[in-house]
């Protein structure tokens, strides 16, 4: 297993804080951001945020393509404190792994989030591709497939049938958690690989469960600047 270096300085962008906001803050921020966008969508009258950009991002999220599958009005966030990398699926190719990489070693994010979405359409094309065992498909498509259709066969431990976009989303968020890039930063606790189920009608986020001793109240965190990683 390589231990991969860290960054040169100069690919980070100036100003940037030196230490990341506690990967336990954000995915938090993100729990109670959906809450606030799901609300909002119900009909609820609540205050406008604060709508001022900024300065660097505290999370991102990869999810799906599809139209209202992910983006920063999901959490409620002011303009560029999230970033968003939508594939078919989501899928992990190069240019999305690069783009995590690019987050979580020279941003300084504290959480990466695998968004799936219910009915996602990508995820049930890729899974019917891979079983049915069909002719190759053209362009990029076939490479794909593999990893659009990860975790989609997986079986809960009561055997009853499973829910292929959950099987998706865990599958890639273990993808993450065991990749050599991003393996210093996850096992020390600085960054977080979490994985979340969108419900296309509620627009509520169900966070998929996690280790015991990841977990941590809200009274325990260590605060940061809002000024510099949002609002």
């Known amino acids: 297993m390589a231990v991969p270096p860290s960054v040169p300085d100069w690919m980070r962008p100036e100003g940037l804080p030196t230490h990341r906001m506690p990967s336990a803050q954000a995915l938090q921020r993100l729990v109670a951001g959906n809450g606030r966008h799901r609300r909002e969508c119900a009909g609820e009258n609540l205050a ?12 991102l999220v990869v999810g799906c393509l599809e139209p209202g599958a992910a983006g920063e009005e ?6 560029g404190a999230i970033e968003c990398v939508r594939t078919a699926g989501p899928s992990l190719g190069a240019d ?8 979580a070693l020279v941003q300084n994010v504290g959480i990466v989030l695998v968004l799936g979405h219910r009915n996602c359409g990508a995820v049930t094309a890729a899974g019917n591709a891979r079983s049915a065992g069909r002719p ?12 659009a259709a990860a975790g989609t066969a997986a079986l809960p431990a009561d055997g009853a049938a ?12 273990a ?24 419900d296309d ?20 965190l260590p605060r940061t600047d809002p000024s510099r990683y949002g609002s």
Not at 201 to 220: K, M, N, Q, W, Y
């Open 48 to 59: 406008p945020g604060d709508a001022a950009p900024a300065a660097f991002p505290f999370a």
């Open 74 to 79: 999901l959490f409620a966030e002011r303009p």
């Open 96 to 103: 999305t792994m690069a783009a995590i990489e690019y987050a």
């Open 136 to 147: 190759p498909l053209p362009g990029a498509l076939g490479d794909w497939v593999p990893t």
């Open 162 to 173: 499973a829910d292929p976009v959950t099987g998706h989303v865990r599958a890639l968020r």
């Open 175 to 198: 993808q993450l958690r065991g990749a050599d890039s991003l393996l210093t930063l996850t096992r020390s606790g600085q960054l977080k690989i979490a994985g979340g189920v969108l």
């Open 201 to 220: 009608d509620t627009r509520g986020i169900d966070f998929l469960s996690d280790e015991p001793d990841e977990v941590v109240e809200a009274a325990e």
